[in-house]
């Protein structure tokens, strides 16, 4: 079994900052497959930023050089930094996990982020 964590969410001002956490436990071996998605209300669940399964790092072009995901080995916890927020980074952010062999995808409970203009 796999358990996915995330914290970190929030209401924040545009231009703002936060920092999300996802901290990952059972059935992980490596943090290759860890990303971060969105689900904005009335809109489909998006990629925002994720591991590849090899390692490479993935951006959705409309959080390029705003976000930063990072890892921490150690941890098991994968972060997501995002600088400079816009009203429309607003939704619900899930951590994901995909197993790098079978690409069983595993997923969070979400948090809440909330960008006011």
């Known amino acids: 079994q796999v358990q996915l964590v995330e914290s970190g969410g929030g209401l924040v001002q545009a231009g703002g900052s936060l920092r999300l956490s996802c901290a990952a436990s059972?059935?992980?071996?490596?943090?290759?497959?860890m990303g971060w998605y969105r689900q904005a209300p009335g809109k489909q669940r998006e990629l925002v930023a994720r591991f590849s399964s090899v390692g490479y790092t993935n951006y959705a072009d409309s959080v390029k050089g705003r976000f930063t995901i990072s890892r921490d080995n150690g941890k098991n916890t994968v972060y997501l930094q995002m600088n400079s927020l816009k009203p429309e980074d607003t939704g619900v952010y899930y951590c994901?996990?995909?197993?790098?062999?079978?690409?069983?995808?595993?997923w969070g409970q979400g948090t809440q982020v909330t960008v006011s203009s």
């Open positions: 994901k996990w995909e197993q790098p062999l079978t690409k069983t995808s595993y």
């Open positions: 059972g059935s992980i071996f490596s943090m290759n497959g």
